[in-house]
Antibody, heavy 114, light 107 residues
Framework: EVQLVESGGGLVQPGGSLRLSCEAS????????MSWVRQAPGKGLEWVSY??????YYADSVRGRFTISRDKAKNSLYLQMNSLRVEDTAVYYC?????????WGQGTLVTVSS | DIQMTQSPSSLSASLGDRVTITCRAS??????LAWYQQKPGKVPKLLLY???TLQSGVPSRFSGSGSGTDFTLTISSLQPEDVATYYC?????????FGPGTKVDIK
């Protein structure tokens, strides 16, 4: 059974940084692409970033501020978020496997506020 | 970038009704379209991919069709547990954009 467990969310001031983690189990993590998807309070789903063995992509809204990475030895996906803005406030989901998302974590809440 | 729209933004229907939600891409995406269901307070759930392929474990009252720019999600007989927001998502190329969602409830 695939399990995705996010961590690292919290309250941060505008301009601050945060690093999200997603620990994966139940599948061969190194063989599959993964994404981060976020959902602002009361809003819809927004794809944020994607990583595969050959490509990394970002949404325009986060490009240059967020960095996606993975550690295959630790079966973990990361999202380094810098220069955070109030509008980055959302639940962040780790999702996979592939370009559409059959598996989701429970999400971690990021609140950007002064 | 290719934009995704959905209609209607919300609907109310009676139990047993046939419900149809439309998703439109601003450019052709072949059949690289997925549909998700998100119940209040819950994690999104994949319903269909490749526009019309039902994800394992999803009830057969859900079906999808379309290719190119126009797609539909149909619930053949609305059930109480189908109250949710439904999203389409394109995945032909990045950015893997979601539609704005369609909220379905019971009349």
């Amino acid at each position: 059974e695939v399990q995705l467990v996010e961590s690292g969310g919290g309250l941060v001031q505008p301009g601050g940084s945060l690093r999200l983690s997603c620990e994966a189990s139940g599948f061969t993590f190194s063989s599959y692409s993964m994404s981060w998807v976020r959902q602002a309070p009361g809003k819809g789903l927004e794809w944020v970033s994607y990583i595969s063995s050959s490509a990394i992509y970002y949404a325009d809204s986060v490009r240059g501020r967020f960095t996606i990475s993975r550690d295959k030895a630790k079966n973990s996906l990361y999202l380094q978020m810098n220069s955070l803005r109030v509008e980055d406030t959302a639940v962040y989901y780790c999702a996979g496997i592939g370009r559409y998302f059959q598996d989701w974590g429970q999400g971690t809440l990021v609140t950007v506020s002064s | 970038d290719i934009q995704m729209t959905q209609s209607p933004s919300s609907l109310s229907a009676s139990l047993g009704d046939r419900v149809t939600i439309t998703c439109r891409a601003s450019q052709g995406i072949n059949n690289y379209l997925a549909w998700y269901q998100q119940k209040p307070g819950k994690v999104p759930k994949l319903l269909l991919y490749a526009a019309s392929t039902l994800q394992s474990g999803v009830p057969s009252r859900f079906s999808g069709s379309g290719s190119g720019t126009d797609f539909t999600l149909t619930i053949s007989s609305l059930q109480p547990e189908d109250v949710a927001t439904y999203y389409c998502q394109r995945y032909n190329s990045a950015p893997f954009t979601f539609g704005p969602g369609t909220k379905v409830d019971i009349k």
